[in-house]
């Protein structure tokens, strides 16, 4: 492949996942505009309008082909269903921490999440990692233990984000070369279904009921863009995973954090006192002695000589 071309794909894979950070990034303003829609009542459209935009997606890209050759993959579909549900944990979550005055939460879920996934691969795909990998796991443990300790709340929201989000990303890599990105969601959407019917009849049997509709025109078409909302960030990160390497990937995935801290610190003025300062401070080292980590394998990597195929 001529430089030229490499620079071009790499160029546009930082374009993608980037755009795909960043859209996650401003998600807790978007669906604090759906108030007064619930965190249930929320993702229940998610799920069902994903479904609904993937078949969409499927058959302008055309890949009802590939789609069908899925289907006939008992062990995939099973995988697929079990993703779909770690994301669905995900989903929920994330929607709690938002519309329950967390968002600072959510965000130290997300710092934390490249360790998380360095610790997945130690322990179940049986990875060796390096020394300063480790140091930035035990940083990352003692921030927990100070927030949880000094602060007096177990972080129980961004656990549940690293580990859904973690063991989700292990999944997709298992499967990634045999399932695309549309049909992977499209199946996924789909074993949540049930879940999204069920939760929507027990909205609706609560005070105040189903939001959808009742809220003006406005409320109703921002309600049911959550579909895409969801969808599209989850296929530029497909995209951009594609065409650059994970320490690329690696660097990039902290716009989502550091803007969802941002906001609410300063946008939705949630409550940092000095203890939780001393936590999120912790944790921050361990992501510089994360990214150090990173820059130097890259650089041992670029000086390792290439050797031609004969």
């Not at 322990?123 to 990998?133: A, G, N, Y």
């Not at 996924?188 to 049997?205: C, D, G, T, Y």
Request: glycine share 10%; hydrophobic share 60%; proline share 5%.
């Amino acid at each position: 492949m001529p430089p030229e071309t490499t620079r071009a794909t790499q160029t546009a894979g930082v374009a993608y996942a980037g755009g795909a950070y960043l859209l996650w990034g401003v998600l807790p303003l978007y669906f604090l505009l759906l108030v007064p829609t619930g965190p249930w009542e929320v993702v229940a459209w998610r799920v069902l309008l994903s479904f609904v935009f993937c078949l969409l997606l499927l058959t302008v890209t055309r890949g009802w082909v590939a789609f069908g050759v899925i289907l006939r993959q008992p062990k995939l579909l099973g995988w697929t269903a079990l993703a779909g549900l770690l994301i669905y944990v995900n989903w929920q979550v994330f929607l709690i921490g938002t519309l329950s005055g967390n968002v600072v939460e959510t965000s130290l879920g997300y710092f934390i999440n490249p360790i998380t996934t360095v610790l997945l691969g130690v322990f179940v795909l049986k990875e060796r990692i390096r020394k300063l990998q480790w140091a930035a796991i035990a940083i990352a443990a003692i921030a927990v233990v100070v927030i949880v300790v000094a602060y007096r709340a177990f972080p129980w929201i961004a656990l549940s984000l690293t580990a859904s989000f973690g063991v989700y990303g292990l999944i997709k890599k298992k499967i990634g070369p045999a399932v695309d990105a549309v049909s992977g969601l499209t199946l996924e959407s789909f074993w949540l279904i049930p879940i999204a019917v069920v939760q929507l009849i027990i909205v609706a049997l609560t005070p105040g009921g189903i939001t959808m509709g009742m809220n003006g025109w406005t409320h109703a078409l921002l309600l049911a863009f959550a579909g895409v909302a969801t969808a599209v960030p989850l296929l530029l990160f497909a995209a951009g995973t594609r065409r650059i390497n994970l320490t690329v990937i690696g660097m990039i995935q902290f716009i989502t954090p550091v803007m969802q801290f941002l906001i609410g610190v300063l946008v939705l003025h949630e409550p940092m006192p000095t203890e939780r300062w001393a936590g999120f401070i912790i944790v921050w080292i361990a992501i510089g002695v994360f990214i150090v980590d990173l820059l130097l394998a890259a650089r041992r990597g670029r000086r390792i000589p290439r050797v031609d195929p004969a």
